[in-house]
């Protein structure tokens, strides 16, 4: 069994910045594609940021200039800099992880971060 869970989610004001954090523990041989996606209220889960094992990057548009996803392949771990936040960022955050479990590839997801940003 694969686990992510993410952490560094809170409230913020507009302008302000916040970095979120997800760890992939379990029986993991390897991790492919990761990815941040968020969901506001009344809305669908959306695409934020994906990361491929290499490092390549793509980014949401709105979200471009202003948010920076990394990872360390070493730490089974991914990040989401989140800079000059707008009020329309609020959301919960959900890691997910393309993991490799023995022998087969499967799609995990973290139980949410909640990031809130006051104007």
């Known amino acids: 069994q694969v686990q992510l869970a993410e952490s560094g989610g809170g409230l913020v004001q507009a302008g302000g910045s916040l970095r979120l954090s997800c760890v992939a523990s379990?029986?993991?041989?390897?991790?492919?594609?990761m990815g941040w996606y968020r969901q506001a209220p009344g809305k669908q889960r959306e695409m934020v940021a994906t990361?491929?094992?290499?490092?390549?990057?793509n980014y949401a548009d709105s979200v471009k200039g202003r948010f920076t996803i990394s990872r360390d392949n070493a730490k089974n771990t991914v990040y989401l800099q989140m800079n000059n936040l707008k009020p329309e960022d609020t959301a919960v955050y959900y890691c997910?992880?393309?993991?490799?479990?023995?022998?087969?590839?499967?799609?995990?997801w973290g139980q949410g971060t909640q990031v809130t940003v006051s104007s």
């Open positions: 379990g029986r993991i041989f390897s991790i492919n594609d």
């Open positions: 990361i491929t094992r290499g490092g390549g990057t």
């Open positions: 997910n992880a393309r993991v490799l479990n023995l022998d087969e590839w499967s799609t995990y």
